[in-house]
């Protein structure tokens, strides 16, 4: 999004509400259906549970510029 012009802040906030909700939406379908194995989905749960909120607290410390460049190489990586 950052790419297209809009600005860090809107890109972050709106990629953080399009993950939420597609995680959402998959983890629903995925237990109506039975496809969850709770033996390796719990331990990442709480892994995440305990690191969301350290990297929130470093993400104000870390400049936006870097963090499109991390992206950027991510990005490059993945379509290389």
Not at 3 to 31: C, M
Not at 49 to 56: E, W
Not at 59 to 67: A, F, Q, W
Request: avoid cysteine; hydrophobic fraction near 50%; proline fraction near 4%.
């Amino acid at each position: 999004m950052v790419f297209l012009g809009i600005s860090f802040p809107i890109a972050r906030t709106a990629g953080l509400f399009t993950n939420f909700i597609s995680t959402s939406s998959v983890t629903l379908y995925n237990l109506k259906r039975r496809l969850i194995d709770f033996k390796t989905a719990i331990p990442i749960i709480f892994g995440s549970v305990i690191v969301a909120p350290i990297g929130a607290y470093i993400s104000h410390y870390i400049s936006e510029k870097i963090v499109e460049i991390v992206f950027s190489l991510f990005w490059y990586k993945i379509f290389k």
